[in-house]
């Protein structure tokens, strides 16, 4: 299922993807960025999973379509790496919560900062 909409708002800081027939998501690029589906975050493995810190003020530069199933976010800190497909950005938007806090638990355990 493919978005209608893809908008960044004029700040950068957040991305609302529109699907049909569902109320718009909002994601933060903060929230993008630590939870990008890169190997470099995600590993190859959970095990190899990286806690991300120190990305509060992260924004998107750039978004560009990967065939017709996916984008590829470039954020300010020039990270490209990870293919955010529908499927992965409408999981996020129903998981938003949960998985924010999971990853704000990460980073308090490991001593790690927003930034």
């Known amino acids: 299922m493919s978005p209608s909409e893809l908008r960044v708002s004029k700040d950068r800081r957040l991305l609302t993807v529109s699907f049909p027939d569902h109320a718009p998501i909002e994601l933060s690029a903060e929230l993008l960025r630590v939870l990008s589906p890169s190997a470099e975050v995600q590993g190859h493995s959970p095990e190899q999973r990286v806690t991300v810190p120190g990305k509060r003020d992260v924004t998107i530069l750039r978004i560009e379509p990967v ?27 129903h998981e938003r919560e949960t998985r924010w806090q999971a990853y704000l638990g990460e980073l308090a355990q490991k001593g790690l900062s927003r930034g």
């Not at 300010?76 to 990870?82: E, I, R, V």
């Open 67 to 93: 065939g017709n199933y996916a984008v590829r976010i470039t954020f300010s800190d020039f990270h490209d790496t990870g293919i955010f497909t529908w499927t992965y950005l409408h999981t996020l938007g």
